[in-house]
């Protein structure tokens, strides 16, 4: 439902499409998590992150900073998990718009 991505510590996080934030804060075992909804009703959802840089109803545009990589809590090293909903079902975020 998502895709794990290797990151170097501290490396700032950015948007793959424009929204909304709609959530910011634990989620679920997924770490710190960020909720970006765009106009066509996607959420794009960046976890695991070190450190969050955005507030909830911020508008971020493509390529923004919405905070850092944190670490694998098995391994220790630093990562990022991506995930897109459709209708609140996950989809294969290689198919998800971006920009």
């Known amino acids: 439902s998502g895709v794990?991505?290797?990151a170097k510590k501290n490396e700032d996080v950015k948007t793959v499409r424009?929204?909304?934030v709609m959530f910011i804060g634990d989620y679920r075992g997924y770490?710190?998590?960020v909720?970006?909804?765009s106009k066509t009703g996607l959420v794009y959802a960046y976890s695991w992150l070190g450190s969050v840089s955005v507030k909830k109803g911020d508008y971020v545009v493509y390529g923004e900073t919405v905070g850092t990589a944190g670490k694998d809590t098995e391994s220790g090293k630093p990562h990022l998990m991506f995930m897109v909903f459709k209708n609140g079902m996950p989809m294969d975020p290689a198919k998800a718009p971006r920009g």
Do not use: C, H
């Open 31 to 33: 770490g710190k998590v």
């Open 18 to 20: 424009s929204g909304t």
């Open 4 to 6: 794990e991505l290797s």
């Open 35 to 37: 909720f970006v909804e």
